[in-house]
C-alpha cells in the first residue's frame, strides 16, 4: 500500500540528506534496513504509537539546534573504573578512549568490520531490529540500521572485571549522529555496560543485543546535561534459557528523548527488567515506549517507570507484555507512575496486557498524583525547609526504579546525581 503523500514527502526528504555506507559484510542489512524505512515511511503523529510525542524535530531533513550546555559538575560514572570508548558527536574518538581490549571481552569497531567479508556482528546486525518491527513498526531504528555512521560489536565471552562505558560528549550544535551497537554474551558470560552523555544535538541510537542460554547483562544509562538535545533511542533484546538482562535509565534534561525498549524473551527461565526514573522542568518530553514479548515458559519480567514532572513538562509511558500461546507460568510485572509537581505538566500513559497463555501471572498499573502534602507537613513540623522536604519525597518516589539497580556503588550515583540535580533547582 502507497504511504499517505505527506509521510511519502517526508520520508524522501529525509532520505536524500543521508548517503548509504557502501561495502563490507553490513551491506546486506543496509539495503534491507533502507527497504523497510521506504516502506513503512518515517513516523508522523497519525502513527498509534507516536500519538502522544511529536516526531517532527526527529525526522525532518533539518537539525535543529542544540546549544551545548557547559557545567563544572563532574560526568557521570567518573569514578568509577571503567573501559572508556568516547564517541563526539557520533564520531569514534580514539584518543579520548581507552585502548579497546579487556580480559572475557572483545570490542571492534562497527567501520572496521564492516570492511571484512565474514564477521559473527552479520548475524545480530539489522537483524533484531527488523524482528522488532513486528506488531509495531519501528522506523527511526530502521533507518539507523541503514544509515549507522559509527559504533562498536561487543562480544561477551566471560565476566570481565570492569563495566565497558559508553562516553557520548556534544560539541557541536548542529551535530547529527547516528550509532549502532550490537551486543552478544556468551553463555555463562556476564557483563556491564554504562552509557552516559548528551551525543549530539539530534541523537538515532540502537543497541541490539543477544543473551545466550544463563547469559547476564547489566545495562545503566543517564542522559543529561545538554537541555536543547533531541533523541530517539532503541535497545532490541533476545533473550536465551536463564538469561539475564537488567536495564536502568536515567533522563535529566532533554527537550525531547524517546527510548525505546523491545525484549522477546526465547527461553525458559528467563528474566528481562526494564527501569526508568525521569525529572524533567520546563519545556521537556519524555517518552517510554517498551513492549517485552514472553514466548517461553516461566519468563519474569518487569517495567518500572517513574517521572517527576514539573513547570509545564510532559511524560509519557506506553508499555505493553505480550504472553503468547505456550509461555505458561509467566511472570510479568509493570507499573508506570508519576508526581506531578504543579498544575502545568502532564503525564500520558498507555499500559497495555496482551495474554494468550492461562497459567500466567501479569499486572499492570499506572498512576499520577501530587506530592503527599500529609508527608510534607511531617517533614516541615520536624524542622525540614520546604525545599528540601520535596526533594526526600521525590527520590523516595523514584526509589523502586533506582532499585533495579543490582550494583549498589552505581545506584548510589544515580541518587547522588539525582539530589545534586533538583538542589541546583530548588
Known amino acids: 500500500m502507497a504511504l499517505p503523500?505527506?509521510?511519502?514527502?517526508?520520508?524522501?526528504?529525509?532520505?536524500?540528506?543521508?548517503?548509504?555506507?557502501?561495502?563490507?559484510?553490513l551491506m546486506a542489512a543496509r539495503r534491507a534496513a533502507l527497504s523497510r524505512v521506504?516502506?513503512?515511511?518515517?513516523?508522523?503523529?497519525?502513527?498509534?504509537?507516536?500519538?502522544?510525542?511529536?516526531?517532527?524535530?526527529?525526522?525532518?531533513?533539518?537539525v535543529p539546534t542544540a546549544e551545548v550546555f557547559v557545567s563544572d559538575e563532574a560526568p557521570m560514572f567518573d569514578e568509577f573504573d571503567r573501559l572508556k570508548i568516547v564517541f563526539v558527536d557520533g564520531v569514534f574518538d580514539a584518543d579520548a578512549s581507552d585502548d579497546l581490549t579487556l580480559e572475557g571481552v572483545s570490542v571492534e569497531r562497527l567501520v572496521e568490520l564492516a570492511a571484512k567479508d565474514i564477521h559473527w556482528a552479520t548475524d545480530l546486525y539489522g537483524v533484531l531490529e527488523a524482528r522488532g518491527q513486528t506488531p509495531v513498526e519501528r522506523p527511526l531504528a530502521a533507518l539507523n540500521s541503514a544509515f549507522a555512521t559509527d559504533g562498536v560489536a561487543i562480544h561477551v565471552t566471560g565476566k570481565p572485571s570492569?563495566?565497558?562505558?559508553?562516553?557520548?560528549?556534544?560539541?557541536?550544535?548542529?551535530?547529527?549522529?547516528?550509532?549502532?551497537?550490537?551486543?552478544?554474551?556468551?553463555?555463562?558470560?556476564?557483563?556491564?555496560?554504562?552509557?552516559?552523555?548528551?551525543?549530539a544535538a539530534r541523537f538515532n541510537h540502537v543497541m541490539e543485543i543477544d543473551i545466550a542460554d544463563?547469559?547476564?547483562?547489566?545495562?545503566?544509562?543517564?542522559?543529561?546535561?545538554?537541555?536543547?538535545?533531541?533523541?530517539?533511542?532503541?535497545?532490541?533484546?533476545?533473550?536465551?534459557?536463564?538469561?539475564?538482562y537488567k536495564s536502568f535509565t536515567l533522563t535529566v534534561n532533554g527537550v525531547l528523548t524517546r527510548n525505546d525498549q523491545v525484549i522477546e524473551i526465547t527461553g525458559d527461565d528467563a528474566v528481562a527488567h526494564v527501569a526508568g526514573a525521569c525529572v524533567g522542568d520546563g519545556d521537556f518530553h519524555h517518552d517510554d515506549t517498551v513492549f517485552?514479548?514472553?514466548?517461553?515458559?516461566?519468563?519474569?519480567?518487569?517495567?518500572?517507570?517513574?517521572?517527576?514532572?514539573?513547570?509545564?513538562?510532559?511524560?509519557?509511558f506506553q508499555g505493553k507484555i505480550l504472553v503468547k500461546e505456550g509461555a505458561q507460568k509467566t511472570d510479568g510485572y509493570q507499573i508506570s507512575q508519576s508526581l506531578l509537581l504543579d498544575d502545568d505538566s502532564q503525564f500520558l500513559a498507555k499500559p497495555e496486557l496482551e495474554i494468550y497463555a492461562d497459567d500466567v501471572a501479569c499486572s499492570h498499573g499506572s498512576t499520577s498524583g501530587a506530592i503527599d502534602e500529609e508527608a510534607l507537613f511531617y517533614l516541615r513540623s520536624r524542622g525540614v525547609p520546604?525545599?528540601?522536604?520535596?526533594?526526600?519525597?521525590?527520590?523516595?518516589?523514584?526509589?523502586?526504579?533506582?532499585?533495579?539497580?543490582?550494583?549498589?556503588?552505581?545506584?548510589d550515583a544515580i541518587v547522588n546525581r539525582l539530589e545534586g540535580w533538583m538542589a541546583r533547582r530548588r
Open 386 to 411: 520546604v525545599g528540601e522536604a520535596t526533594d526526600l519525597l521525590t527520590l523516595s518516589f523514584l526509589a523502586e526504579a533506582v532499585e533495579e539497580i543490582e550494583d549498589d556503588a552505581i545506584a
Open 214 to 244: 544463563t547469559g547476564t547483562l547489566h545495562h545503566v544509562r543517564a542522559q543529561g546535561r545538554d537541555h536543547e538535545r533531541r533523541a530517539a533511542t532503541h535497545v532490541f533484546a533476545r533473550l536465551g534459557t536463564e538469561s539475564v
Open 292 to 316: 517485552i514479548t514472553h514466548d517461553a515458559l516461566n519468563g519474569e519480567s518487569r517495567q518500572v517507570f517513574k517521572k517527576v514532572l514539573r513547570n509545564g513538562a510532559t511524560g509519557v
Open 38 to 62: 521506504q516502506t513503512m515511511g518515517l513516523p508522523t503523529r497519525r502513527d498509534e504509537y507516536w500519538k502522544y510525542t511529536r516526531p517532527d524535530t526527529l525526522v525532518d531533513a533539518a
Open 162 to 199: 570492569k563495566p565497558i562505558s559508553f562516553i557520548y560528549k556534544h560539541l557541536d550544535a548542529n551535530s547529527d549522529a547516528i550509532l549502532h551497537h550490537v551486543v552478544r554474551v556468551d553463555a555463562g558470560a556476564e557483563a556491564t555496560i554504562l552509557e552516559n552523555g548528551p551525543a
Open 5 to 25: 503523500e505527506q509521510k511519502q514527502t517526508a520520508t524522501e526528504a529525509r532520505l536524500s540528506a543521508l548517503s548509504l555506507p557502501e561495502g563490507g559484510c
